[in-house]
């Protein structure tokens, strides 16, 4: 079983930019597939990116892409989300996930071990 805790998180202004950190540990070798998600109040939650850290492969949804970079350090076994030109929109709890099925997916239910989350606010 891998154990996930987010750090990171934190109050920007718009515009501003933020990493997001996801420590993995335990048994790390099994999830092939890492994502962050986040939830907004009175939203459901949203699938952000995915990153297979075996082949590098990664994929993300339209909001962000362009704006946010995933990565896998491998030697830290640990996940990095790169926020760059926040918006108001992007305030939420960002969560950072596993799933050790192939396959980078945005299904929240098919993800297998979540992290706590982390606060980011982005004030106008």
């Known amino acids: 079983q891998v154990q996930l805790v987010e750090s990171g998180g934190g109050q920007v202004q718009a515009g501003g930019s933020l990493r997001l950190s996801c420590a993995a540990s335990g048994r790390t070798s099994s999830p092939y597939i890492m994502g962050w998600f986040r939830r907004a109040p009175g939203r459901e939650r949203e699938f952000l990116a995915g990153?297979?850290?075996?082949?590098?492969?990664?994929r993300y949804t339209g909001s962000v892409k362009g704006r946010f970079i995933i990565s896998w350090d491998n030697a830290k076994n640990t996940l990095y989300l790169q926020m760059n030109n926040l918006k108001s929109d992007d305030t939420a709890i960002y969560y950072c996930a596993a799933r050790s099925e192939f396959g980078i997916t945005s299904v929240p239910d098919s993800y297998d071990t979540w992290g706590q989350g982390t606060q980011v606010t982005v004030s106008s």
């Open positions: 990153i297979n850290w075996k082949t590098g492969d990664t």
